[in-house]
């Protein structure tokens, strides 16, 4: 190239040149920011997402591992009982959380990325408690009720002006409802089921005393508040691409 052809590029030009070359290695490569790292937190809840050994497994966390993948993000994806890893992602910054329910409570204090699983939840009963026969929610007044702590389940049933037994884990609701210590517990369904087998107990020991349709909505991912803007909208961006990958219903 002659001295004359190259002196044709501006210094305008040379600096979008190095901007933009700039911007394709960023979001080419591993996010790495100043004094921050991104942590990823979620619950127990089999099957969807549990602990097994020092990893994380189940359907949700396939899901998340492969938006991490796609968004050049690398962190190890921590299980805790529900009420600590709400604790988390409510105080400390840089937090992906899943999977949460989504709330008017809940609506400022995140960034809402997108659902990730469906949520369908039910009030259960030991099948041979025939007496529960449930017309309308009022009637649990004269019944036991436990609750996961800090869960959107609990939180809706006493804003329905029912009291709850709390306890800090599903199994332990499971083991509570099966021994008589609670009459009956919400669950989501398939998460039930499967901690009725892991713990031993047999699925016909248990029935369906009412359907919460209220709040059986999606479950989501989100970043905690004041999380760095490049983790939301990379987190936002592979969310955008499962989706598209994924087939449609």
Known sequence: MSASSRSCVSPVAKAAIALSLFVFILLASPVVIAGSELRVVTSEFPPYSY???????????????????????????????????????????????????????????????GPLIDFDVKLFRLAKRSDIALSNLDQLEFFKVGSLNRDVKGAYLKEQGIDTIGYATEESGVHMLKRGYIDLMPAETNS?????????????????????????????????????PVFVERVQRAFERLRTEEPSE
């Open 192 to 228: 039930f089921n499967y901690r009725v087998q892991r713990l031993g107990y047999s699925s016909d020991d248990f029935s369906v005393a009412w359907e919460l349709d209220a709040i059986s909505k999606p479950l989501y991912l989100a970043l905690s508040k004041g999380s760095s």
């Open 51 to 113: 602990s097994a050994g020092n990893s994380a497994e189940g359907i949700a966390v396939d899901k998340v591992q492969h938006i991490l993948d796609s968004a050049g993000l690398e962190s190890k994806i921590e299980v805790y009982p529900w009420a600590r890893t709400y604790e988390i992602a409510l105080r400390e910054p840089n937090v992906l959380i899943f999977l949460i329910a989504r709330t008017p409570e809940r609506e400022d204090s995140f960034h809402w990325i």
